[in-house]
């Protein structure tokens, strides 16, 4: 049987952005929780002030991550909240235990 696919996404908003993207993450949390496939999508903020944001997501699979990704919702955040991303690092992995 295959593991769930867990993806790790960092980011960092634009300096003086910070809370303009936190709020667009937050809206597009309670949308991706509905999505066929989503086990876990959390929105986690760094509590050493950083900035730093960490999305930890685990997916029935890679096909239902990649529709998530391609899906209205994820177009629109892109579109409406992508600028205030400064930076943006993505790692898919697996579970080991």
Not at 54 to 59: G, K, M, T, V, Y
Not at 71 to 88: C, D, K
Request: proline share 5%.
């Amino acid at each position: 049987m295959n593991q769930p696919l867990v993806i790790i996404a960092l980011v960092r908003a634009r300096p003086g952005h910070e809370q303009e993207l936190l709020a667009a993450q937050k809206a597009l949390v309670e949308e991706t929780r509905k999505a066929p496939g989503c086990l876990r999508y959390e929105l986690n903020v760094a509590s050493d002030d950083s900035g730093r944001i960490a999305f930890i997501e685990q997916w029935v699979s890679p096909a239902l991550w990649h529709k998530h990704m391609d899906s209205p919702y994820m177009q629109t955040f892109r579109e409406t909240a992508g600028h205030l991303i400064g930076e943006f690092d993505l790692l898919q992995m697996e579970q080991v235990v």
